[in-house]
């Protein structure tokens, strides 16, 4: 089954412990992205990926950090979460986003990542 | 800057009526608009994708307009139901050079049985 999974599903976690949240695709996708949703201002990329070890900054970058040594793979890394980062995290893919094509493809989405910080 | 705004933020309708929900943007240099669905604490999920060359598209009882003109897509759902209630969002992907997508802040929809 084509899908995007991510783990944890749900983590509780303290401020300044260091913490990985893994994202997966199984379709082959060039494009990955991180976002964060919280209450009264949606979606916010945090950071993307155009290919293996091709990764840029979102909108809202501060206090994580991604890598792309794969393609299928694309985790989210925290080195000192803080209470701010509490928030739901999705992480997306995509076959391609438009630059250099006619047109972008649909973004397909993970379940979601429940994150608190203590 | 590209922003997306959807208006109502909330909204409630008796079963069996057709709804319209709404989507504006600012800057018209978009290469596609993604509506989605999402269900309280879970993941998105994709209802329809517009190019920018078209002017809508259909699935089912959804149907999804494009009028890149004037910075507005709607989303057209015919004959509701309770379980279509959940919170609708839309996403543009400009051409601007970025790569980034830019979302709505999303239409929470209860259908009343």
């Known amino acids: 089954e084509a899908q995007v999974t991510q783990n944890p599903r749900y983590l509780i976690t303290v401020t300044g412990k260091k913490l990985t949240v893994t994202c997966s695709q199984n379709?082959?996708?060039?494009?990955m992205s991180w976002y964060r949703q919280d209450p009264g201002l949606g979606l916010r990329q945090i950071y993307y990926s155009m290919n293996v070890e091709v990764t840029d900054k979102g909108d809202v970058p501060e206090g994580y950090k991604v890598s792309r040594k794969e393609k299928r793979n694309f985790p989210l890394i925290l080195e000192s979460p803080s209470p701010n980062q509490t928030s739901l995290y999705f992480c997306?893919?995509?076959?391609?986003?438009?630059?250099?094509?006619?047109?972008?493809?649909?973004?397909?989405f993970g379940p979601g990542t429940r994150l608190t910080v203590l | 800057k590209q922003e997306v705004t959807q208006i109502p933020a909330a909204l409630s309708v008796p079963e069996g009526e057709n709804l319209v929900l709404n989507c504006s943007f600012t800057?018209?240099?978009?290469?596609?608009l993604q509506w989605f669905r999402q269900d309280p604490g879970k993941g998105l999920t994709s209802l329809l994708l517009i190019q920018s060359s078209q002017r809508e598209q259909t699935s089912g009882r959804l149907n999804a307009s494009l009028d890149k003109s004037s910075g507005r897509s709607t989303l057209y759902i015919a004959a509701s139901q309770p379980g279509d209630s959940a919170t609708y969002l839309c996403?543009?992907?400009?051409?601007?050079?970025?790569?980034?997508?830019?979302f709505g802040t999303g239409t929470r929809l209860k259908v009343l049985a």
């Open positions: 379709m082959n996708h060039e494009y």
């Open positions: 996403a543009v992907k400009p051409t601007s050079g970025t790569y980034k997508y830019i």
């Open positions: 800057d018209s240099a978009i290469y596609n």
């Open positions: 997306a893919s995509s076959p391609q986003t438009g630059e250099g094509y006619k047109f972008a493809s649909e973004q397909f």
